[in-house]
């Protein structure tokens, strides 16, 4: 059974740092582009970063562009968002999502029906 599950969100003050995991099972996430996005209470949901199959190109939206960075490690089959410099803005619930493409080195997509499979969510709150 395919399922990614995302960990380590919480409170965090602004200006702090988190990481969030995104664990894979029931397949390789190296056959996947890999994206992160976030939902903040009525509003829609954001992309905030993706990675290509080949991990060659990362894509980031303005709003997140140089706090942020988008990593995989393929032997643990995990992603990653490092998030720096944590806004209160930045406060949502966190979810990774994968989708197949044939070519490894293609500009990853940050729009959310390109997305095939999405994990649960976690809470990222950013607040003093």
């Known amino acids: 059974q395919l399922q990614l599950v995302e960990s380590g969100g919480g409170l965090v003050q602004p200006g702090g740092s988190l990481r969030l995991s995104c664990a894979a099972s029931?397949?390789?996430?190296?056959?996947?582009?890999i994206g992160w996005f976030r939902q903040a209470p009525g509003k829609e949901r954001e992309g905030v970063s993706c990675?290509?199959?080949?991990?060659?190109?990362?894509k980031y939206p303005d709003s997140v562009k140089g706090r942020f960075t988008i990593s995989r490690d393929y032997a643990k089959n995990t992603a990653y968002l490092q998030m720096n410099s944590l806004k209160p803005e930045d406060t949502a619930v966190y979810y990774c999502a994968v989708y197949s493409t044939p070519f490894g080195g293609v500009s990853c997509q940050l729009t959310t029906h390109e997305y095939d499979y999405w994990g649960q969510g976690t809470q990222v709150s950013v607040s003093s």
């Open positions: 990675i290509s199959k080949n991990s060659g190109r990362t």
């Open positions: 029931g397949f390789s996430l190296g056959y996947y582009v």
